[in-house]
T-cell receptor, first 117, second 112 residues
Framework: GAVVSQHPSRVICKSGTSVKIECRSL??????MFWYRQFPKKSLMLMAT?????????EQGVEKDKFLINHASLTLSTLTVTSAHPEDSSFYIC?????????????FGPGTRLTVT | KQEVTQIPAALSVPEGENLVLNCSFT??????LQWFRQDPGKGLTSLLL?????REQTSGRLNASLDKSSGRSTLYIAASQPGDSATYLC???????????FGTGTLLAVQP
């Protein structure tokens, strides 16, 4: 099956710094990638939809200036958490849809655990 | 607005039991429904995907059914094992929104 990777898997940063998380589709082209956030013992919350070559579409309540998304190529999307604060600590998961397939199936990365101290 | 609910929120069963997890969604205009498994602190593992035109999908001990008109799906796990312990999430994809909407999850514990 299709593989999506994320890097890093874990990151600890100090309050006020910025952190970049990478999401790559390894064996397929993904014109659309999605970024989710998951709080402890909660389900996944969609943050934004990222389309290759265009601006991301953010869900209501998600600060676009804090969570910068770039989808510069068909296999890479990045999420940058700017001026991170402890409340940004969470599990971030990316997903990619293979438009070459007919099933509209989404493939998920392994997630990135962000801890802001 | 699509809402996806899973019942029960938590389930504990002894090893060897067959069990059913339930998923319901409010908007039946979906393209597909996926079942995922998530282990603590880990990402999602896709278990089964059912297209809107399909009634069920099977993979090993897992069988997922879909009744689109009533907005329901079930995940049947046969002969449960301790290794099946995880959180199970269902998610529906509706074409109009181009979004995968997740359910609330069922935390399954299979006791040895």
């Amino acid at each position: 099956g299709a593989v999506v990777s994320q890097h890093p898997s874990r990151v600890i940063c100090k309050s006020g710094t910025s952190v970049k998380i990478e999401c790559r589709s390894l064996d397929f082209q993904a014109t659309t990638m999605f970024w989710y956030r998951q709080f402890p013992k909660k389900s996944l919350m969609l943050m934004a939809t990222s389309n290759e070559g265009s601006k991301a579409t953010y869900e209501q309540g998600v600060e676009k200036d804090k969570f910068l998304i770039n989808h510069a190529s068909l296999t890479l999307s990045t999420l940058t958490v700017t001026s991170a604060h402890p409340e940004d600590s969470s599990f971030y998961i990316c997903s990619a849809r293979d438009w070459g397939g007919a099933s509209y199936e989404q493939y998920f990365g392994p997630g990135t655990r962000l801890t802001v101290t | 607005k699509q809402e996806v609910t899973q019942i029960p929120a938590a389930l504990s069963v002894p090893e060897g039991e067959n069990l059913v997890l339930n998923c319901s969604f409010t908007d039946s205009a979906i393209y597909n429904l996926q079942w995922f498994r998530q282990d603590p602190g880990k990402g999602l593992t896709s278990l089964l995907l059912i297209q809107s035109s399909q009634r069920e999908q099977t993979s090993g001990r897992l069988n997922a059914s879909l009744d689109k008109s009533s907005g329901r799906s079930t995940l049947y796990i046969a002969a449960s094992q301790p290794g099946d312990s995880a959180t199970y999430l269902c998610a529906v994809y509706g074409g109009a929104t181009n979004k995968l909407i997740f359910g609330t999850g069922t935390l399954l514990a299979v006791q040895p």
